[in-house]
């Protein structure tokens, strides 16, 4: 497979997408790789959660400081957030073992999760802690940056009188020159994230390679070819929000016709059971629950079906630009084709 040009990546990904997930059409195959490409791909966490703080009643402890913090707070303040951290460690090391298993299914062309989760499990654990060690780099990172500033946010804090209003002043000082600084840190995410994912993994999962065996090759690549790969990282991030942004638009006015439609129901069944008793009402609750889970039902399935080749169809991108530059991958991608490129460098 030769080297092309990341914007010439776009339809070849496409095809494989399609050829991948419609050929031949399966609902139940179809429904289980879209799902496991979203939770790879991550396309399934974007959700903003809000909270809205109820009124203070004047009869709760009212806390100025941290020291009025009573201690079982604390101790149940510590558990929850241990136990958070543990579920979301184990979720990380089990997602990093569907990317490996997934990465199987796309560069075989097979639609069998279990050898690829089986067949990398060395791979990914490896690269699970690669994962870890990377982001513990990073929250180091971004503490010493924040380190500067904290001073500055505790005297704010401590100059702020109760109920009173902050120093406007002083915020905007604070504020202002964290803008740049976060954007920065954003942009260095992403490229984090782009590096170990779209060109470290498969050099892991094809050759067994270490991280800073991975690391040279990609960096050898990158030196190589600097404008392809920052036009790839661009079109990587620009190309599913666009695709993303598209897709709601046609599907809005279908959507809010679902939705309203749904809504109307919970709504004249909340009327009709709102006064009624024994029997009656738990037959209204029961309506309400069922129609409530056919609306999330209804969420999930157009997520699935609309977010999975969307999600798929951004690994085949990744997948076909670096086996240009990565022989192992490209000649296991198309084992007896070539693709037509105009003269990029090809590495062994």
Known sequence: MRAISAADAVSPAIQRTKEFLFKPFSWGTYLKLGLVAIVTEGAGNNFRSSSHNAPSSGHGPVIRSLADIPPAWIAA????????????????????????????????????????WYLHRDQAVRFFWL??????????????????FVGGFVRL????QPGGHPDWGLLLSLVLPLIPIILLLVFLGIATDVVLRDWMLPHYALEDATAGQAWSQVWARIAAEKLQFLVYALLRLILPI????????????????????????????????????GPSALVGILLEVFFGLLAFGFALLATVCLAGPLSTATREYALIFYGGRYQALGDTLYPATQLPAPGAPRFA
Not at 86 to 96: G, H, K, N, R
Not at 98 to 112: D, G, I, K, M, P
Not at 266 to 274: C, D, I, K, N, Y
């Open 77 to 116: 303040i510590v558990a929850v957030a241990l136990v958070a951290f543990v579920v979301a460690f184990v979720i990380a090391y089990l997602v990093t073992r569907l990317r490996f298993a997934y990465f199987h299914c796309l560069v075989h062309n097979t639609r069998e999760i279990r050898p690829g």
């Open 242 to 277: 666009v695709a993303s942004i598209a897709l709601f638009v046609v599907l809005l006015i279908p959507g809010l016709m679902l939705a309203g439609s749904l809504g109307a129901i919970e709504f004249g069944l909340h009327s009709a059971f709102a006064n009624a008793t």
């Open 131 to 148: 994962n870890v060690v990377v982001g513990l780099c990073f929250l180091l990172l971004v503490a010493l940056i924040a380190l500067p």
């Open 157 to 160: 804090f401590h100059e702020m």
